[in-house]
């Protein structure tokens, strides 16, 4: 009998660890139905029945309570939100404290993107990352005009 048991755990255990998360299928199968475009031939309103008929299929009136209409904002969030949003989820945050964590995430974008290189004066990154191939220390800008030089009257040399 405990044979049995360890076996069918052991059995079991590919299945939970390969298991989709559970709040990346919600994220998708809610993302649908809000990603689907209005339908011409339909009004405003007609469009706003059909998107809410096509979201009671899965939850009811009663269920449509604070955390789902955060739920739903969360979902709406642009791509490079949705780990943010996935995580609040998760955790059950509540609005405020969602809305801060969203918060520091765009922060922490607009850091990055506010970085100035000195090396060739454009913006997003520093110049030990810098691509571009000017160089501005006195050693390196005396080589280069040896370089140059040395290229252009090799008989000097």
């Keep these: 009998m405990a044979t049995k048991s360890t076996v069918k755990e052991a059995y079991e255990l590919p ?22 475009e209005l339908r011409k031939d339909m009004n405003m309103l007609q469009n706003w029945y059909y998107h ?5 299929q899965f939850y009811t009136e009663k269920e449509l309570s604070e955390d789902m209409v955060l739920k739903m ?6 791509k490079e939100y949705r780990e943010v949003a996935k ?13 801060k964590r969203l918060q520091q995430k765009a922060a ?16 997003g990154h520093k110049a030990a990352d810098c691509w571009s191939k000017k160089k501005t220390s006195p ?10 030089a040395q290229q252009r009257n090799p008989r000097d040399s």
């Excluded at 995580?87 to 969602?98: G, I, N, P, S």
């Excluded at 922490?108 to 913006?123: A, E, I, P, Q």
């Excluded at 050693?139 to 140059?148: F, S």
């Design 87 to 99: 995580d609040c989820h998760r955790e059950k945050l509540k609005a405020e404290e969602a809305v």
């Design 139 to 148: 050693d390196q800008k005396a080589q280069m005009v040896i370089q140059d």
């Design 15 to 36: 299945k939970k660890i390969s298991e989709p998360d559970k709040v990346d299928e919600e994220f998708e199968r809610l993302g649908k139905i809000f990603r689907t």
């Design 108 to 123: 922490m974008t607009r850091c990055k993107l506010k970085l100035k290189c000195f090396n060739c004066n454009k913006g």
């Design 52 to 56: 809410k008929m096509m979201f009671l």
């Design 73 to 78: 904002f969360l979902i709406g969030l642009p």
